[in-house]
């Protein structure tokens, strides 16, 4: 049983205290990030939009500049369609709020197995992305992103037709 004491003052309203505000919106903006990891190990592309804006602009390491969100969704499942199981981990997240838009910087470690082949061949890849968000009415969404990659390890060919567009 629980004892509440009316008299103890209320916690304050995220209007009201712009730090709250700021942790809440740093929090949505990390469980942005990691609904995005798992979006990608499920191959669940029509939830991309829980992530990304419908205007999205994006460099995933190419060097070549993308528009939309079906543009980013050709990009994940050219890439990850014919992959078999996949782990993206997202980490060492620094968030920089400025009102209604953020800047996040978050490292990923991307695991690719070949399908078909539980103990087989992995391609690692190992980077940066580099995120530009924006509140919008459905909440944080990521507008513009570059991943920067550093390492890859592995056969490329797990990526099927996209291996050769590595960044």
Not at 21 to 46: H, T
Not at 49 to 70: H, I, M, N, P, S
């Amino acid at each position: 049983m629980y004892l509440v004491d009316e008299r103890a003052s209320p916690l304050p309203s995220a209007a009201a205290d712009p730090a709250l505000r700021a942790l809440i919106d740093e929090r949505a903006i990390m469980r942005g990030l990691a609904r995005f990891a798992r979006v990608l190990d499920s191959k669940d592309w029509n939830a991309l939009g829980d992530v990304f804006a419908q205007d999205v602009a994006f460099d995933y390491g190419t060097g070549e500049e993308r528009k939309g969100l079906a543009a980013l969704r050709d990009n994940m499942t050219r890439f990850l369609d014919n992959c078999g199981p996949t782990q993206h981990l997202i980490g060492s997240v620094t968030v920089d709020l400025a009102g209604d838009r953020a800047v996040s910087r978050s490292y990923v470690q991307a695991r690719h197995q070949r399908a078909g082949d539980a103990a087989g061949a992995v391609f690692d890849s190992n980077g940066e992305y580099i995120d530009c968000w924006e509140r919008r009415p459905e909440g944080w969404r990521i507008v513009r992103r570059d991943a920067n990659w550093q390492t890859h390890a592995g056969d490329p060919a797990i990526l099927s037709a996209g291996s050769g567009d590595l960044g």
